[in-house]
């Protein structure tokens, strides 16, 4: 499958697979900024993409970033609905106790293309029993 970028900003770089076999492509800072303990901050990207029909881009965070700074994406997964054409930019939070610094062409996320299922909405007055039903937020214990 192929997704069209353009460059916003002469000092963007293109998404980029670290490795053949990964899921998501990694996204770079345009920008250096300070996010302060308990802060969050817009990053810039630089890029735009164009999606292919009934998909999105799922932005999410980078392992490495969380465990090692605290340094999370925000509204986790993003997503890059197919028909948005703005800039790509990352909400970034950090959850440590000390300030973060984003560095200019530092992986800050990663993108993961996935299919959309479109789906009708059915009014009903009444929804089929299930083995689970309305059992939520720990009802299956933590052992």
Known sequence: MEIKIKKVSEEAKLPEYAHASDAGMDLFSIEEKVIGAGGTSLIRTGIIVELP???????????????????????SPGTIDQGYRGEICIILINHGRSDFKVEKYMKIAQMVIKPVLK?????????????????????????
């Open 53 to 75: 029909e009934n998909t999105e881009a799922q932005i999410r965070p980078r392992s490495g970033l969380a465990l090692k700074n605290s340094i999370t994406v925000l509204n």
């Open 119 to 143: 789906v009708s909405i059915k009014e009903v007055k009444e929804i089929a029993a299930s083995d689970r039903n309305d059992n939520g937020f720990g009802s299956t214990g933590i052992k």
